[in-house]
């Protein structure tokens, strides 16, 4: 069943040890280690009269447009070779209908009606699927609602980025807080994570522009610029400050479609990495270069060169690069402090 959830119930509370049913545990661990992108558990609980021990709903939090929708997983401790129920937010009272719209529309060759239809609960990738089918579904909607906004400067928007990939967009609104539409704009076409092959990343490293626009139901003549935020992956911050960029300014009358190549170009400047082709023979001299710090004669300011950090040429390609990313996550934090220090800049 998908529904709405309207109030949240906690009657029964969460037992320790925290335990779930074997079949309902395989789902949840499949999920968690193979979701593509970030997905977390919030809550547990138990909601049986016969089993208060056993954990059989969860509250899953789900990245979506650089925020985060919530849904309530409800299985049947009793009953764990069942399919378990969705109960979607308070916020979003039109998704299920439009899940219902769009299963008459489409047949239900791949809804998520079909998903729980079919159920096979000794198949530890159904809840990843399913969940996975519902966040497409979502996109869907919200872009669905964004598309039927009465602003003329919004539809432009959409108009001239429709074709970029990984667009995420997000219509909020409500009584207490002005209508308003999120884009989520992946940046920079590369694999950033081959980049540094060492680092242990369990997911695809990606540096995103959030664009804001207000919502205007009439026509204004030189409509102001949206907000702008650089936003990245949590592992990527580590090694890169996304916070340190100053991004390029929006020109009046801009669409996003003119800034969006400027921002680009300005970003491929600074995330960069050169390495030896002598590596791995040879242990590689690393030297940081700041792209937002500069002397006083306007020279980007750089560090001395690093070579005092562990290496040995009998480590596997793999153990060496993962020693230079931890030295330099470090390393990283003591540059940027240097570079901030008054004097460099006389």
């Known amino acids: 069943m998908l529904s709405q959830r309207h109030t949240q119930s906690r009657s029964a509370t969460t037992m320790s040890p925290e335990t779930a049913p074997p079949l309902i545990a395989a789902q949840l661990n499949y999920l968690l280690s193979h979701f593509p992108l970030v997905v977390k558990i919030e809550n547990k609980w138990s909601g049986s009269k016969y089993y208060p021990g056993i954990l059989d709903r969860f509250t899953l939090v789900i990245s979506y ?19 378990p129920d969705v109960i979607f937010g308070p916020d979003d009272e039109n998704f299920q ?10 047949g239900d060759t791949k809804s998520p009606k079909k998903f729980l239809n079919d159920w096979n609960s000794r198949d530890p990738t159904q809840l990843m699927l399913l969940i996975q089918e519902l966040r497409d579904q979502y996109m869907s909607f919200q872009k669905k609602r964004v598309a039927e906004v009465d602003d003329d400067r919004l539809k432009f928007e959409i108009s001239t980025i429709v074709a970029r990939e990984g667009i995420e967009m997000h219509m909020s609104s409500g009584v207490d807080k002005p209508e308003e539409v999120k884009f989520s704009v992946p940046l920079l076409d590369m694999n950033i994570n081959k980049m540094v092959p060492g680092c242990p990343w369990k997911h695809k490293q990606k540096i995103y522009l959030q664009v804001i626009y207000p919502v205007e139901k009439k026509y204004v003549s030189t409509p102001s610029a949206p907000r702008l935020k650089l936003v990245s992956t949590t592992e990527l911050k580590s090694i890169f400050s996304i916070d340190d960029v100053k991004l390029p300014t929006w020109l009046n009358g801009m669409c996003m479609a003119e800034y969006l190549p400027h921002l680009e170009e300005s970003l491929e400047n600074q995330v960069h990495v ?11 001299e690393l030297m940081l270069q700041s792209s937002q710090h500069f002397n006083s004669q306007g020279a980007p300011i750089k560090s001395l060169f690093l070579t005092e950090y562990p ?18 996550t470090d390393e990283a934090l003591n540059f940027k402090r240097y570079c901030n220090e008054p004097q460099l800049q006389h």
């Open 311 to 328: 290496w040995s040429p009998r480590w596997e390609i793999p153990l060496m690069a993962e020693r230079i990313c931890d030295y330099l």
């Open 97 to 106: 209908q439009f899940l219902v719209l769009r299963g008459e529309e489409e």
């Open 274 to 284: 050169l390495i030896s082709t002598q590596f791995p023979k040879q242990q590689p």
């Open 65 to 83: 447009c650089l925020d985060v929708i919530k849904w309530d997983i409800i299985f049947d401790a009793e009953s764990p070779m069942a399919a």
